[in-house]
């Protein structure tokens, strides 16, 4: 099975629905590997930099961040999957990460991300595939609007 094919079967998995504030579901979520895994479509992340640095660079920048001992899970949201119908790869509107780092730090990544901030929590809701939060870990957001 294709990696396009492994992602899909993920995000059916868990009930996909376009968010939209009648459902009051959350997206859903998968990890960076299932993302990224045969991912060469620069319009499936970051969609709206108008000087996009091509996918590559967001897979290198999430992995380096998901090693750090300061985190504990990297998820990327799928917003949209109307892409898929014509070849291309589903559409992450965020990348979520559970950390225990400071404001500061967190930022920071936004920042080499090219995200226009990171926000505490998730915009439409925690997914249940995302793990609960213990101790001093939190979940943070990025986005590109």
């Known amino acids: 099975m294709d990696s396009r094919t492994k992602l899909l079967r993920a995000v059916f998995h868990q009930g996909f629905r376009t968010p939209d504030w009648r459902h009051k579901q959350p997206p859903p979520v998968v990890t960076v590997d299932e993302f990224f895994a045969g991912n060469d479509d620069n319009e499936s992340i970051a969609v709206n930099l108008s000087d996009h640095p091509g996918v590559g660079f967001f897979h290198e920048r999430l992995k380096s961040l998901q090693g750090r001992p300061d985190v504990k899970s990297v998820l990327v949201n799928i917003y949209d999957l109307d892409p898929i119908i014509s070849g291309g790869w589903p559409y ?16 920071a990544w936004a920042a080499d991300l090219l995200s226009d901030g990171a926000a505490e929590g998730w915009p439409y809701g925690q997914p249940e595939a995302a ?6 870990f939190k979940w943070w957001w990025f986005s590109w609007d």
């Open 92 to 107: 992450a509107e965020n990348v979520h990460v559970l950390t225990s780092a400071s404001e500061e730090q967190i930022q």
């Open 131 to 136: 793990q609960l939060p213990e101790g001093h």
